[in-house]
């Protein structure tokens, strides 16, 4: 009795250290934090989210140093935003004819987008409404799709990200036309006609092209493609801190290396060159060693130019790759363990 007192007393004052460490200044953080311990997220002791220390708007940063080896992060899989996940969506989707008799042939990101869509839809009523909370409204940043049409003909020319983003957004249309929104007329109870909107859709899109992470061994599409609440607030470095692993019924962050006191914890979107990290995420890294120069011939890049977002720039060093993933049918466009929004 005394040693379980002891433990209920350990996991206390470890909740209670990352909670002081991380809502300082925001609540939608604190609300985030404390969603995360009833949802069945354990996080480490040592870190802190918020902005102080990151490179973004919200990042994780370690208080005190974390050994390579340690997990820094415990996720259930019943925590997951997924279609699967979702009540509501799934129901309605494996009982629509029409629709499950298209599952296979249908982008794994389109059930992800319903359930996006449906849990955006219930406000404070959904299950991870305070993880939505904290998923940004990028306005004039994020990845090239939501740019507008000016600011993609000027900052991408003569680049190939311009020519992928423009066949991402016919596919984007075509599915909300021929797919989503049919579908959310025939079940206009979860889906009202706010959330009908080709324009809603498309940001959605950007946010699963910028936080979801796929596990493409689950050979159920309603399970495969997920949001991850915390490791998604991670950002993204080519030297990165830690990576994400797939278990039966949770996921673990672990560090790869030491993390030092003070610094931010960053993971990875794997070994992309500026083109796709452009084409996905609207950014790219100076001195990306996964960089590629392409022919001359095939595309050409403009010296630095600046991102729409006042504080962001892009750092044009080398030649884009003309080879990057699409939002297609038969492509996903993410990596199997992880990535993190700018």
Known sequence: RQKLSYRRGLQV?????????????NPRVTAFVKWCRRAG???????????????????VVATEEIGEGERVAHIPRSALLTCANSQAVRRRLLRDDVTAERLDSMSSWVPLLLAMLAEYGLESASTWY?????VPNYGSAGPPMIWSESQRDTLLAGTSVLQSV????????RDHATIVLPFMQRHSDVFPPHLQSLDLYEQ???????????????PDMLHRTM?????????????????????????ELVAIRTIKKGEEVMNTYGPLPNASLMHKYGFSEVNNPHDVVGGASQCHTPPDIK???PHVYIHNTHTMHPHINTYTHNTCMHRLTSHTPL
């Open 227 to 251: 949001m991850v609440p915390f490791v998604d607030l991670l950002n993204h470095h080519s030297q990165h801190h830690v990576e994400l692993s797939f278990r039966d019924d949770h996921l």
């Open 307 to 309: 991102h729409p977002h």
């Open 41 to 59: 997220i354990r996080l480490h002791p040592k870190i802190r989210i918020g902005r102080e220390g990151s490179c973004a708007e919200i990042g």
């Open 13 to 25: 004052a470890k909740r209670k250290a990352v909670e002081a460490a991380s809502t300082r200044d």
């Open 204 to 218: 959605m899109v950007a946010l699963v092209m910028s936080y979801s992470f796929s596990d493409e061994a689950n």
């Open 130 to 134: 305070p993880y939505l909370q904290l």
């Open 166 to 173: 423009h066949t991402d957004a016919e596919n984007i249309a």
